[in-house]
């Protein structure tokens, strides 16, 4: 028996397993925070997937404290019914479910929350929320201080009367009471400033509070135990912070770290693809040896591998999977089941774009953030399918049509990928630093689970060469992706193979947003046009990815999503 399978508690509540679904904002509420029908889709495929705790995303407790537009609304009783909508639909499939409480702090604006934002201290936040703005906070006074700790309460039993099974006490990422932790910025000189047992008191107080009045609701408290900034919290200071709100009654820690000052970027907070896997685990496994509650830990734990590890060598009693189970809502089922998993890049497309105004989304996964769409697939049954071009577009639209399908993938390079092997050769993927090791796991994976359900693979043949391979099969999907205008295509080969894109001098241009649109669109086009003529006139034709026209590996993987669910062709460009 896999021990992430195994069930354990968090306080009064059982938890079918040892797999956590952690908050992350996802715009799928409406504009005033109301729960929607796109937002319970969204949890409902992750516990139709096997997780055993959901956390709904961060929730403010009071108004002043919202950090996003579309966040799921706790600060006012009329956001009641929805929550228990939506925890009704988590425990009918069988998970428990949380909601985190979080306070921006000065981590937010006034046309956000439509309040004068407070934090412990007045001096300068610089705030990103689909635009850039610098704001000072109004100082908590002693009063203030009181009344949001009261809003906490206030929350949490909004949280219970909606049948929340537990609550998250948000202490981390540089919001509200991570706020108070870090002495850059708590500059207080009385019992909530200065020493670290004054900073640490007002979490501590929330906690208190909230268990006080609540003895029966299981409370989690997430905590940023290192802030990686000169005046953040050190992790000495962090692991005795954890030890506190042990002792003052949570009934497990969830050990993160990171803050949006982090250095040498705020992307720490959920570390990119060129971090190492279980990033934070040293730093949960240490607060596990000091304290006698359940520790959830948090970064890069994707790996099945590496998650069953984490809690068999006793290093955590759960693990919190963000980006892997919007890459893959099915990983909970089908690490259970041995079945290959849909590996998530460690990009940070889903949090990048949400911070500048989109719903969550995500580059491997094309159904992310858009659940209702896909509520009712329709995939074909019983067709010979032959798919030309085994790049990431290829590869996901046979491993979502196998199942009831014969398929067969074409590709004439002695190896699967396609362009994204090139992508992983560049400096930048997206906005985060390339890391080849991250494509090679998901190009794999997305293989074998081809080869798990049938797939078959023709690798190092051209199809335009021997068109009468493809006669035997009802459907022909061109997947064959962009190809370099102007015969640039060895040069752009030469300078990724070679690793001169990475040269600091060539790599700062190709980082540059220009250089780039026009390197990787401008200068490709699909390559449909040419492979039409393969087909039979009697032959179904479907076009994915890049070979209806250049564009991103998002944008490509998400058509291959819609032609092998819906039936959607992409349009093609000439």
């Known amino acids: 028996m896999n021990i992430l399978f195994t069930p354990a508690r968090i306080g009064p509540v059982e938890i079918k397993n040892r797999i956590v679904m952690p908050p992350m904002t996802t715009r799928t509420a409406d504009d005033e925070g109301f729960v929607t029908e796109d937002c319970i889709a969204y949890y409902l495929a992750r516990v139709h997937g096997g997780t055993g705790l959901i956390t709904v995303e961060m929730a403010a407790p009071e108004k002043a404290g919202r950090h996003r537009r579309r966040e799921v609304g706790i600060y006012d009783d009329r956001f009641t019914p929805g929550l228990r909508r939506l925890v009704d639909v988590i425990h009918r499939g069988g998970a428990k479910a949380s909601i985190q409480l979080g306070h921006a702090g000065g981590h937010t604006r006034i046309d956000i929350c439509g309040e004068t934002p407070i934090a412990p201290s007045a001096i300068a936040h610089p705030v990103y929320e689909t635009t850039f703005e610098t704001i000072v906070p109004q100082r908590m006074t002693l009063a203030r201080i009181q009344e ?182 099915q990983w909970a089922e089908k690490v259970r089941r041995g079945e290959p998993i849909r590996r998530c890049l460690s990009c940070n497309t889903c949090i990048n774009e949400m911070r500048g105004g989109a719903r969550i989304g995500c ?137 001169l894109a990475r040269a600091p001098g060539i790599a700062h241009l190709f980082k540059s947003s220009a250089v780039r649109d026009w390197f990787y669109f401008k200068a490709r086009r699909g390559t449909a046009p040419r492979f039409r003529h393969l087909a039979r006139p009697d032959q179904r034709v479907i076009v994915i990815g890049d070979a209806a026209g250049a564009g991103k590996s998002k944008e490509a993987i998400a058509s291959a999503f819609e032609a092998a669910l819906l039936g959607r062709e992409a349009e093609v460009s000439l």
């Not at 990422?173 to 002495?183: E, K």
């Not at 042990?246 to 693809?273: C, E, F, K």
């Not at 630093?433 to 794999?444: K, P, T, V």
């Open 363 to 499: 580059v491997v996964n094309g159904a992310a953030g858009r659940e209702t769409i896909f509520v009712a697939p329709q995939p074909p049954r019983g067709e010979r399918i032959a798919v030309i071009g085994a790049g990431p577009a290829g590869l996901t639209y046979a491993s979502l049509v196998a199942e009831g399908n014969s398929v067969t993938v074409f590709e004439k390079k002695p190896q699967a990928g396609g362009a994204l092997r090139s992508a992983a050769k560049a400096p930048l993927f997206q906005e985060v630093e390339a890391d080849q090791r991250s494509f090679a796991r998901y190009i794999a994976d997305l293989v074998a689970a081809c080869e798990a359900h049938g797939v078959k693979f023709r690798l190092e043949t051209d199809a335009t060469v021997s068109p009468g391979s493809l006669m035997p099969f009802d459907c022909i999907v061109i997947a064959t992706g962009a190809e370099y205008r102007f015969g640039l295509a060895p040069f752009a080969n030469w300078l990724l193979d070679t690793g």
């Open 148 to 329: 949001t700790i009261a809003a906490f309460v206030t929350a949490a039993r909004r949280a219970q009367a909606a049948g929340f099974d537990c609550v998250e006490i948000h202490a981390a990422h540089g919001y509200l009471i991570s706020q108070f932790h870090a002495p850059f910025e708590n500059r207080r000189t009385d019992e909530y400033g200065a020493s670290l047992e004054n900073r640490a008191r007002f979490g501590l107080d929330v906690l208190r509070a909230v268990k006080s009045a609540l003895p029966d609701l299981a409370v989690v408290y997430r905590l940023s135990v290192e802030d990686f900034f000169p005046g953040g919290l050190p992790f000495s200071e962090g692991r005795q912070i954890a030890i506190w709100a042990a002792a003052a009654g949570a009934d497990a820690l969830h050990i993160s770290a990171g803050h949006y000052r982090s250095r040498p970027s705020a992307q720490v907070v959920l570390p990119p693809m060129t971090y190492p896997d279980a990033t934070f685990l040293d730093y949960a496994a240490d607060v596990k040896r000091r304290v006698g509650v359940p520790i959830i830990a948090v970064g890069r734990l994707g790996d099945p591998a590496t998650a069953e590890r984490a809690v068999s060598q006793g290093k955590a009693d759960f693990i919190a999977l963000g980006r892997t189970l919007i890459a893959d809502p």
